[in-house]
Nanobody, 126 residues
Framework: QVQLVQSGGGVVQAGGSLRLACAVS????????MGWFRQAPEKEREFVAL????????YYADSVKGRFTISRDNPKNTTYLQMNSLKPEDTAVYYC???????????????????WGQGTQVTVSS
């Protein structure tokens, strides 16, 4: 059984940075395409970024492109979301998600991912 355990998040001022982590247990992280999503209050959960299982493909939502970076530490079986130049509109609960070995950049729907982390709150104050 695959489990995703998230850490990081918190409160930061606009313009600041945070790093989220998502540790994969059960199988090695390199066998999964990893995604990050977020859900603001009273809004739908939306795609933020993905990293393909091969590591060859990264893909970002337009709203975070150039500010957020998704990466993976293979020995630690952990995927990261580095968030820089944060804005108040980035405030949301952030979720990591995983799907089995898929390459490409088309996996941007919540229905594409069967495994999910517990979520972590990110609050950006103005």
């Amino acid at each position: 059984q695959v489990q995703l355990v998230q850490s990081g998040g918190g409160v930061v001022q606009a313009g600041g940075s945070l790093r989220l982590a998502c540790a994969v247990s059960g199988r090695t992280a390199t066998t999964y395409t990893m995604g990050w999503f977020r859900q603001a209050p009273e809004k739908e959960r939306e795609f933020v970024a993905l990293l393909s299982w091969s590591g060859r493909t990264t893909y970002y939502a337009d709203s975070v492109k150039g500010r957020f970076t998704i990466s993976r530490d293979n020995p630690k079986n952990t995927t990261y979301l580095q968030m820089n130049s944060l804005k108040p509109e980035d405030t949301a609960v952030y979720y990591c998600a995983a799907r089995w070995r898929s390459d490409g950049s088309s996996f941007t729907s919540i229905d594409d991912y069967p495994y999910w982390g517990q979520g972590t709150q990110v609050t950006v104050s103005s």
